[in-house]
């Protein structure tokens, strides 16, 4: 029986420890927390996900929040400005839903069921000389283990990374309150707010552990009127400052959070980091190789919503190619490849495009965006590429190819008379 160490209890490596363990492999999680303490600690991320990638939990049989999470079957785009409305303004169905299970709830789960099925746990925040001390008891160990600590033995790829330093600062907080829009189409509806020269401010519905709720979250413009969160003290203070900005800049939502609390003690997180592409292979001082997944190697910014689902498609990659391997070794070769396979299928097209979404709008990106108010085909195109960005790359991010696309819907428009 082949023997794999994930280190890191996250999506990414929870999700690969539960779909090797169901293939008979003998597989060890390192985690830095325990099920309980990741369940009442504090909020980790924002987390929406979309079909594809809740399809690889429902496959795998660890998807427990059918019924319980908010099925989320709208997005509606707003861009900002100063007055007391939106200048642009549009809602679309996703084809099927998405949806948002705090990583609290999820991962204390998956850990849990983990050990129930003989995995074996090892509480311990691993260092870099653990990993090498380990290297050569295991016949494969993936580090899984978030942005920070770890991350930092696998050097950085410049020729994917354009960024050094934080293009967003980030600021949530898990509510309870906030009434949905009644222009909405309904409760469920994600919401992405453009405040150009500010930021953004995304509405997400979610499961948290004290039952459902709303993730709010501002991704602010490093040193802009947005990033004022650097004081706060408490997370009361931080759900007051965020009410505040949310008058000052999203006026149109004012009646949507007049009634806001927090979900409980933990429902605030605020911070930022550069986004970056790692090389995903590592040599450690014995000679030994790891190789990295999620965002240990590939760490976007997200404002996209892209990070949870990131993972989950590393995990469904890692997966597939562990299996295919068969008997053969874990060389520096297969591991280089693997992760290849996943930069060619997912990384790349999400990564640029996010990256892209970071800078100031280009013309042609704000020209389809308008003009998806008025014609639904780019509206459904623009929200279905969020499951699939490597849509994106063929008619959103290239000013030739956005011009292209625009003009044939215009003229299919016309061409049926509406």
Avoid at 18 to 43: C, F, K, P, W
Avoid at 97 to 118: H, Y
Avoid at 191 to 211: N, R, W
Avoid at 331 to 360: C, K, S, V
């Amino acid at each position: 029986m082949r023997k794999i160490l994930i280190v890191g209890a996250g999506q990414s490596g929870l999700q690969l420890a539960l779909g090797l363990q169901q293939h008979g492999y003998d597989v060890t999680v390192m985690s830095a927390r325990t099920a309980d303490e990741i369940e009442h600690g504090n909020i980790m991320s924002s987390q929406f996900q979309f079909d594809s990638t809740l399809r690889f939990e429902r496959d795998l049989g660890i998807y427990f929040w059918d019924g319980k999470a908010p099925r989320t079957p709208f997005t509606r785009f707003m861009v900002g400005a100063d007055g007391a409305t939106p200048v642009v303004d549009w809602t679309s169905p996703l084809k099927k839903p998405g949806a948002d299970v705090d990583q609290r709830v999820k991962m204390s789960r998956w850990l849990r069921l983990f050990t129930e099925n003989g995995g074996n746990l090892v509480i311990h925040g691993a260092t870099a000389a653990d990993l090498d001390t380990w290297a050569g008891k295991y016949d494969l160990v993936i580090v899984a283990a978030g942005k920070d600590g770890l991350a930092e033995v696998f050097e950085r790829d410049a020729s994917r990374s354009p960024f050094t330093a934080p293009q967003r600062m980030l600021s949530v907080v898990y509510v309870n309150g906030y009434q949905p829009d009644p222009a909405a189409p309904g409760d469920h509806t994600v919401e992405f707010h453009m405040l150009p020269g500010k930021g953004e401010m995304i509405v997400m519905p979610a499961l948290t552990v004290s039952g459902p709720c709303h993730i709010l979250f501002f991704e602010a413009i490093p040193g802009g009127p947005l990033d004022v969160f650097g004081d706060i003290q408490s997370p009361q203070q931080h759900l007051e400052r965020f009410v505040e900005l949310l008058e000052l800049h999203v006026p149109w939502a004012r009646e949507q959070y007049t009634k806001l609390e927090l979900t409980d003690t933990g429902a605030s997180l605020r911070g930022g980091f550069a986004p970056v592409v790692r090389h995903p292979v590592a040599t450690l001082p014995s000679g030994g190789l790891v190789l990295g997944m999620g965002d240990v190697i590939v760490a976007n910014d997200p404002i996209t919503g892209q990070g949870s689902n990131m993972a989950a498609k590393f995990a469904s990659v890692y997966l597939d190619a562990i299996l295919e391997r068969g008997g053969q070794p874990f060389d520096g070769a297969f591991m280089q490849h693997t992760f290849e396979t996943f930069w060619t299928l997912h990384g790349r097209a999400t990564t640029e495009w996010t990256n892209i979404m970071l800078q100031p709008p280009p013309p042609h990106m704000l020209e389809l965006l308008g003009a998806a108010s008025q014609f639904t085909a780019i509206a459904h195109r623009y929200t279905e590429a969020f499951d699939d960005p490597n849509d994106f790359l063929e008619w959103f991010t290239d000013p030739d190819k956005a011009a292209a696309y625009l003009a044939e819907v215009v003229g299919a428009a016309a061409g049926s008379g509406h």
